[in-house]
């Protein structure tokens, strides 16, 4: 079983930066691929970034070029930088995790953590 807990989340103004962290209590972290998900109201969930075990990513393309994902396997770790947020970022974020898998990324994953709530004001 792995247990996934973000942190971060806030309120933010338009154009601000936030930082999400997720801490993961897998013993093998590093053969985990690791996502982040979001959810806003009355809308489904959405992919926003994948980090795979090897450190490869790959993003939405609604967040491209203004959110980074990173890991830090030692410390069993993955973050998720967000600059210029706008307030279609509001949504609850989702850290997950998936043993290393062939399946697209945006499927698979087993864990999932309680959520962390981003809302960016206008």
């Known amino acids: 079983q792995v247990r996934l807990v973000e942190s971060g989340g806030g309120l933010v103004q338009a154009g601000g930066s936030l930082r999400l962290a997720c801490v993961a209590s897998?013993?093998?972290?590093?053969?985990?691929?690791m996502a982040w998900f979001r959810q806003a109201p009355g809308k489904e969930r959405e992919f926003v970034s994948y980090?795979?075990?090897?450190?490869?990513?790959a993003y939405a393309d609604s967040v491209k070029g203004r959110f980074t994902t990173s890991r830090e396997n030692a410390k069993n770790t993955v973050d998720l930088q967000m600059s210029s947020l706008q307030p279609e970022d509001s949504a609850v974020y989702y850290c997950?995790?998936?043993?290393?898998?062939?399946?697209?990324?945006?499927?698979?994953?087993?864990?999932w953590g309680q959520g962390t709530q981003v809302t960016v004001s206008s």
């Open positions: 997950a995790a998936r043993v290393q898998s062939t399946l697209p990324i945006t499927r698979g994953y087993a864990y």
């Open positions: 897998a013993r093998t972290f590093s053969r985990f691929d």
């Open positions: 980090i795979r075990y090897n450190g490869d990513t």
